[in-house]
């Protein structure tokens, strides 16, 4: 089976490649469970941490350049799990790039996928920012998406492509609309939610950080590693039992910086709260305050998918991910 993963270098797209490769099967897009046998990382910049393993391939280009995508999907590919992006923060700041990748190079995508003839299975990494305004801080299967924002719009429209080229039996599609993921190791992407990482991840490192929200507000979170199993149980389900449309809310649990603090302090002393100051920005409060704060879904409890825990969990999952007991 062969398998490509576009934002591959990310940090999603690493954690996903990581679980690929361990768990050795995956279902094709015929129902039959199959070897993994080539692992593609497509991505526009070279993985920092490279996996050793014969069966990854990387492939280093934009999605913009046909020939890029061309290389990383000539081969007989039985799925792709679309996860690169330009993220929030940085599609408002640059309008033109954010419709360039994440809505031109989606489609590209789409395209070169349906005329493979094989129909595979085609994961799309969306996102709760398709959801905005007043009306949106509760999410169910059955709200509205009303994006406030252009990286929401653009996910947004990818979501429709995807359930079009569906319908039109060019691919096996499935959008899942992915919560913020916490705690994100390295440095801090442009996203608009990551604060959230940052004041776990800055004072567990000994650097002091300034919070731009209040310590109360909240958001919804999933963890990483529950996130790619949420991934990958869509994945293995038939197109039938995943059902439609295809776009899918993944649920979420809601954290407050107050509760990483506490949960914090319980693993690493009181004092680790003095590297976390707050200074509320306007520009990002209100809008941390109009994302989506309680999040749930029935369809994708009736596929096994769980929440974290608690806030302990995203804290526990950090600190082993960098190789730290708590
Ligand atoms: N991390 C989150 O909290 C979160 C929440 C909701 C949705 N998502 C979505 O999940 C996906 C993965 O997120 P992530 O946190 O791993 O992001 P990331 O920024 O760590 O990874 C994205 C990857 O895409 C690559 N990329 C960007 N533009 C590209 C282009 N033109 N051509 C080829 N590669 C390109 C980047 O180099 C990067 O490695 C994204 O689609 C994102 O929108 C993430």
Redesign the pocket.
Known sequence: MRIVI??G?????HKLAVEILDRDTLTDQHGAKQKVTELVIF???APTVPLADDRVQVVTG???DPDAVKLALGGPTDTIFH?????SGEAEADHELGLK?NLD?TRALLDFAGRSGRKPKFIF?S?LAVYGGPRARIIDDFTTPTPKSSYGTQKLVCEFLVDDYDRRGLIDGRSLR?P??AV?PGKA?A?N?SFISSVVREPVAGRATVCPVSRDVPVALISPNRLVAAVLSCHEVSSDIYGWPRAMVLPAIQVTVADFLEALEARKGPRIRDLVSFAIDPAIEPMVKGWPASVSSDRARALGIATDGGPGEFIEQYLADIGQKS
């Open positions: 576009t934002g270098a990310g940090f999603l797209g991505d526009r910049a934009d999605l913009g996860l690169a992006a330009v993220v990748v190079g990494a996102s992915f913020t993921v994100r992407n996203a939610s």
